[in-house]
T-cell receptor, first 114, second 116 residues
């Protein structure tokens, strides 16, 4: 099962709200990623977890807080966001398969900050 | 630092024809991975094809093939017999093989339109 799931699919939140995005994979991958993607642009890396430990934080503002409760789950907690944070948030996972570090993406959560 | 360049923001192809999308990259490493990803409008990003740098043979997946020129640092994607479902953003990506490296470097993308 080569599937990464994300919930919710759409999220509208005010600048004072607190919300969370959820990502799940059951492929046994030990690296999981959060990306932010604006329209017609490539994904921008935000965070990488490797073996449930934060490996990369691309200088993301503290209003975004990642969490990896276990090897299958990845959360992104959102608080006091700005309108410019509106984007598609993609989760991905990767593992070494047949010699390749293939990355599998979820369908994304489309976030609108009002 | 590695970079990936896609110089064609947009391409068009007639249905059933062949189109080639360009990708160049810059790296000082000798072994690495290269990928092409497809992202249809409002749909999930999926892996189209991948190449391991030390392998000289060009990768092929059904109607998709690559022309990997390591010395020129070029990794183009050829789509044969184009179909309407091929319309999408295509991203070229690079990944180091260095142990502990998890970062993928993406190009800016090429939007492919398929004309009926």
């Amino acid at each position: 099962d080569t599937e990464v799931t994300q919930t919710p699919k759409h999220l509208v939140m005010g600048m004072t709200n607190k919300k969370s995005l959820k990502c799940e994979q059951h492929m046994g991958h030990r690296a999981m990623y959060w990306y932010k993607q604006k329209a017609k642009k490539p994904p921008e890396l935000m965070f990488v977890y490797s073996y449930e430990k934060l490996s990369i934080n691309e200088s993301v503002p503290s209003r975004f807080s990642p969490e990896c409760p276990n090897s299958s789950l990845l959360n992104l907690h959102l608080h006091a966001l700005q309108p410019e944070d509106s984007a598609l948030y993609l989760c991905a996972s990767s593992s070494r398969t047949s010699g390749f570090y293939e990355q599998y993406f979820g369908p994304g959560t489309r976030l609108t900050v009002t | 630092a590695q970079t990936v360049t896609q110089s064609q923001p947009e391409m068009s192809v007639q249905e059933a024809e062949t189109v080639t999308l360009s990708c160049t990259y810059d790296t000082s490493e000798s072994d690495y991975y290269l990928f092409w990803y497809k992202q249809p409008p409002s749909r999930q990003m999926i892996l189209v094809i991948r190449q391991e740098a030390y392998k000289q043979q060009n990768a092929t997946e059904n109607r998709f093939s690559v022309n990997f020129q390591k010395a020129a640092k070029s990794f183009s994607l050829k789509i044969s017999d184009s179909q309407l479902g091929d319309a999408a953003m295509y991203f070229c990506a690079y990944r180091s093989k260095t142990s502990g490296t998890y970062k993928y470097i993406f190009g800016t993308g090429t939007r492919l339109k398929v004309l009926a």
